[in-house]
């Protein structure tokens, strides 16, 4: 008998079921951003509802990592090259000093580099990443408070780190940590990610309580994570 397919509407993807005859157990897949479940043909649509609740978290990291692994933005780290900031677009000015100096001023990141460095481009580029890093060390915290309180939920600690396949995370310890990266993205998505690592104080899961949080604070955080699925590959600093 043929495969009979049809196509479940999960919270923020879609999942391509696969009835078929030879299968006595259910599959998940994810290859080439699509997901894919192969069941029994008779496997009640609950049953195959539940795997994919219970396989969200692990399907969504899946999915970010093979976005990940799109061509990257090389950075040379060389004036008149341009970076996202809060999603403005900044020039790179690199410029004789006596002392490292990172500074935007009108749209421009100035960064000062003095005579003695001979490796120019690694130098800029360290000090570019720093200057990002500081930026989210500053800003972060501040937007953790702003929404606390809405959330419903305090952090025991938040930190700044650098993540190759995902935009922040809560431990089970109540700490959420950010990739610095965020700070490239318009500041609505930035916020987006701060409520999202929020609710999970409440909720360390992405069940349907989960998602109403987020959507308690955030009702249109939809389409923000649908921005950085599509667009999340181009922050790159």
């Known amino acids: 008998m043929n495969n009979h397919n049809e196509v479940l509407q999960a919270d923020g993807f879609q999942i391509e079921v696969i009835r078929t005859d030879r299968k006595k157990t259910m599959s998940l897949k994810v290859l080439a951003g ?3 479940v192969r069941v029994p043909r008779a496997t009640s649509a609950t049953r195959v509802a539940d795997l994919v609740t219970r ?8 999915l970010l990592q093979q976005q990940s692994r799109q061509p990257e933005l090389v950075k040379r780290y060389v004036t008149g090259e341009r970076y996202l900031f ?11 000093g006596v002392t490292k100096q990172v500074a935007l001023t009108d749209g421009v990141l100035r960064v000062q580099v003095p005579n003695r460095v001979r490796k120019r481009e ?9 200057w990002f890093h500081a930026a989210a060390m500053a800003q972060l915290p501040a937007r953790v408070d702003h929404f606390a309180a809405r959330v419903g939920a305090a952090p025991a600690a938040i930190k ?7 935009w922040g ?6 700490e959420l940590s950010f990739n610095w990266l965020i ?21 360390l ?11 308690g604070v955030m009702p249109d955080y939809r389409q923000h994570r649908q921005w950085l699925r599509v667009n999340g590959w181009q922050l790159v600093v």
Not at 86 to 96: R, S
């Open 205 to 215: 899961n992405h069940s349907a309580l989960f998602w109403a949080a987020v959507e």
């Open 86 to 96: 809060l999603g403005d677009e900044m020039v790179l000015q690199v410029e004789p």
């Open 34 to 36: 699509r997901v894919q």
């Open 169 to 174: 995370s809560c431990s089970s310890r109540g």
């Open 122 to 130: 690694q130098y800029v580029g360290r000090a570019v990443q720093e």
């Open 183 to 203: 700070m490239a993205a318009p500041a609505v998505i930035r916020d987006y990610v701060v409520v999202h690592e929020l609710c999970h104080l409440l909720h």
């Open 160 to 166: 700044v780190r650098r993540y190759k396949a995902r």
């Open 55 to 62: 396989k969200a978290h692990w399907i969504r990291e899946k």
